[in-house]
């Protein structure tokens, strides 16, 4: 390709599931409309850059502390 990595544009992909049993406040989803179009706002990504040593310690996601939940995060992973 000869450029720098990433050389095009990244974007992140989502799915949707039927949620009209708790998450729609009892309408019917009009499945005729699809695709379906999401924003997303706020969202942030940490990232290694391609070709460096993405097993650092000094990267936050390998360190031992962010390899499981906390009870605090466990308890808000479950509401």
Not at 34 to 40: K, S, T, W
Request: proline letters at 6%; a positive charge.
């Amino acid at each position: 390709m000869g450029g720098r990595y990433p050389s095009n544009g990244m974007y992140v992909l989502g799915s949707i599931w039927n949620g009209e049993e708790w998450a729609s406040g009892g309408k019917k989803v009009d499945w005729s409309q699809a695709p379906f179009q999401a924003d997303y706002k706020g969202f942030s990504i940490l990232g290694c850059p391609f070709g460096r040593n993405c097993d650092s310690q000094s990267f936050l996601w390998n360190k031992p502390n962010t390899w499981q939940l906390n009870p605090k995060q466990q308890k808000m992973y479950q509401l």
